[in-house]
């Protein structure tokens, strides 16, 4: 399935496709004629599919890597001088190429150095995990982490392709694959009640493994429609962030050492949406369906921290615009708005 991107000059494919990597250089080559290639992968993802995908690549390119230990504490401006030195070392040029080959972490990583090296070099995404396949490989968004919070430091752009292989999840340890839905179940609440009661109707992996591409594919159309309305997140795509300000500032909390990012993305939406129902802004019942889907696919629905410990992240959040805390709420499944107010608004959460 293909699936573009229309932003003008900055349009892009999204390929999705069962296979999909063995025959990367081809899709490749339309976007990239000539040149070198640096792959950016980190120490598991490269062993598993860094050779199946050089082998392809060299025919036709100069190739070079850059493998960086795989963990979010990688994403952080510590690992970017070894990644620019590698692509230096290479004597990379802005008419070379550079490929994403890994998780959100390597993603947004390789996608910040090749924003900033020599103000911007071209680069694919190749994304290995269920989140980064549904969610941070498309967009644009490239980012670093600071002690501070979470992908606080980046720019906004965007690939020239993205490719998909569904296949590669075989592969994923299970953790990886709850990761990734949590996302997956957040696409259904912001925009889609029928993806969410599929999700929910599958009860689990097993029941939902035969449907992975299709589900991938809509998750994919929903925030490719999403950022071609608003590319800079500052009105529609900040539905995307449904769950997103506790997820950051639980992450956070723990120094990412505890939950993982679809973790505590589940936690946030289910109790983003529990308060929102006590005040009447959410139909009820909402909370109760979204934390019966989470346990389906064993993410958890609470972290047992005392809500005031959270505020100072949850201040420091990248969606507050205009001196103002703009939350994801549901009116529905599958409806969602964006909820200007104060941090106050959780004041009376307790432990969450």
Same mark, same amino acid.
Do not use: W
């Given at each position: 399935m293909q699936l573009t991107v229309h932003l003008?000059?900055?349009?892009?494919?999204?390929?999705?496709?069962r296979g999909i990597l063995e025959k990367a250089s081809k899709y490749i080559a339309r976007i990239f004629p000539k040149g070198k290639i640096m792959v950016v992968s980190d120490d598991s993802v490269f062993a598993l599919y860094g050779e199946k995908l050089l082998q392809g690549l060299r025919?036709?390119?100069e190739c070079f890597q850059t493998i960086i230990p795989h963990g979010e504490p990688s994403k952080s401006f510590q690992t970017l001088p070894g990644i620019y030195s590698s692509m230096l070392e290479a004597k990379m040029s802005r008419s070379d190429l550079v490929i994403a080959?890994?998780?959100?972490?390597?993603?947004?990583?390789?996608?910040?150095?090749?924003?900033?090296?020599?103000?911007?070099?071209?680069y694919v995404q190749i994304p290995t995990s269920l989140l980064a396949q549904v969610d941070s490989s498309v967009g644009g968004k490239t980012a670093v982490d600071l002690s501070e919070g979470k992908n606080l430091v980046g720019a906004f752009y965007h690939p020239k392709l993205v490719l998909i292989d569904p296949?590669?999840?075989?592969?994923?340890?299970?953790?990886?694959l709850i990761d990734g839905m949590g996302e997956v179940i957040k696409y259904g609440c912001i925009k889609d009640r029928q993806l969410f009661h599929t999700i929910r109707k599958a009860e689990g992996?097993?029941?939902? @493994?035969?449907?992975? +591409? *299709?589900? /991938?594919?809509?998750?994919?159309?929903?925030?490719?429609?999403?950022?071609?309305?608003?590319?800079?997140?500052?009105?529609?795509?900040?539905?995307?962030?449904?769950?997103?300000?506790?997820?950051h500032a639980i992450e956070q909390y723990y120094h990412y050492e505890r939950e993982s990012h679809g973790?505590?993305?589940?936690?946030?939406?289910?109790?983003?949406?529990?308060?929102?129902?006590?005040?009447?802004?959410? @139909?009820?019942?909402? +909370? *109760?369906? /979204?934390?019966?889907?989470l346990k389906q696919y064993g993410l958890p629905t609470e972290c047992g921290i005392e809500m005031k410990e959270l505020l100072a992240a949850v201040k420091h959040d990248k969606k507050n615009l205009n001196h103002c805390l703009n939350l994801v709420l549901l009116k529905e499944i599958g409806e969602s708005f964006?909820?200007?107010?104060?941090?106050?608004f959780f004041h009376e959460a307790g432990v969450i």
């Open positions: 003008g000059e900055q349009s892009y494919p999204i390929e999705i496709e025919e036709n390119y080959l890994g998780g959100g972490v390597v993603g947004d990583l390789t996608g910040f150095a090749a924003a900033t090296y020599m103000r911007g070099v071209p296949d590669v999840l075989d592969t994923l340890p299970e953790r990886y992996f097993e029941g939902l @493994k035969p449907y992975m +591409a *299709e589900i /991938i594919s809509r998750c994919v159309d929903i925030k490719r429609q999403v950022v071609e309305q608003d590319q800079f997140d500052v009105g529609e795509r900040m539905l995307l962030n449904f769950g997103h300000t506790l997820a973790e505590a993305v589940a936690i946030g939406m289910y109790q983003i949406t529990k308060l929102s129902e006590e005040r009447g802004m959410t @139909k009820q019942g909402c +909370a *109760e369906q /979204i934390r019966d889907t964006v909820y200007p107010t104060e941090a106050e």
